[in-house]
């Protein structure tokens, strides 16, 4: 069965101290894997697409790297205005209708 | 640009009321996804449409329908409203569904749908 899980749920950081953020999946052949960043109440905003294992996407403090079981999402000198929840998605290759989602890391960073 | 809009942006309903919730997708995009969010949780899928069919369909009752527009725009319809029916409800649209490579989707602020 496709399944996402992210971790951890919640994550506390000091302004400027880096971290990751994961996201394991289990899907019968990988066409997609999204992140994105959800604030409270709103809809959620895209921040990348990663195809295949290897690849490698950056956005100012952020970074989202795939391998073929996981991705991560590495916030660099995290700003308090990076708190929010980052969601994860995967699109399957052979039921290419539906995105999985995780249900997400609450990232808070505190100045 | 315009972004995906939804509307309304709040409802609240009664159980055994329905409820239509509309969706306009970016221009030029011709696939619309719904999704269920609960507090809490990630987004579900509920359906996608592409060229006004029906392409895929999530884990929901049959009293979730929609339908897509010949232009593109979207509306999903909920029935028989139940307690736990309460949820935002996002939106999706992407360029075109295509045969090789992956539809990155932009979602829509949500309707957030309260059943008292």
């Known amino acids: 069965e496709d399944q996402v899980t992210q971790s951890p749920e919640a994550l506390r950081l000091q302004e400027g101290e880096s971290s990751s953020l994961n996201c394991s999946y289990t899907?019968?052949?990988?066409?997609?894997l999204f992140w994105y960043r959800q604030d409270p109440g709103k809809g959620p905003e895209f921040l990348f697409t990663?195809?295949?294992a290897g690849e490698e996407k950056e956005k100012e403090r952020l970074k989202a790297t795939l391998t073929k079981k996981e991705s991560f999402l590495h916030i660099t000198a995290p700003k308090p205005e990076d708190s929010a929840t980052y969601l994860c998605?995967?699109?399957?290759?052979?039921?290419?209708?539906?995105?999985?989602f995780g249900s997400g890391t609450k990232l808070n960073v505190k100045p | 640009d315009a972004g995906v809009t939804q509307s309304p942006t709040h409802l609240i309903k009664t159980r055994g009321q329905h409820v239509t919730l509309r969706c306009s997708p970016i221009?030029?995009?011709?696939?619309v996804s719904w999704y269920q969010q609960v507090l809490g949780q990630g987004p579900q899928f509920i359906f996608q449409?592409?060229?006004?069919?029906?392409?895929g369909r999530g884990n929901f009752p049959d009293r979730f329908s929609a339908r897509q527009f010949p232009n593109y725009s979207s509306e999903l319809n909920v029935n028989a409203l139940l307690l736990g029916d309460s949820a935002l409800y996002l939106c999706?649209?992407?360029?075109?569904?295509?045969?090789?490579?992956?539809?990155?989707?932009?979602f829509g602020p949500g309707t957030r749908l309260t059943v008292l």
């Open positions: 998605a995967v699109q399957p290759r052979y039921n290419f209708n539906k995105f999985y």
């Open positions: 221009s030029g995009h011709k696939s």
């Open positions: 899907v019968s052949g990988l066409r997609g």
């Open positions: 449409y592409y060229e006004k069919e029906e392409r």
């Open positions: 990663l195809y295949s």
């Open positions: 999706a649209s992407s360029l075109s569904r295509t045969s090789g490579g992956s539809d990155t989707q932009y």
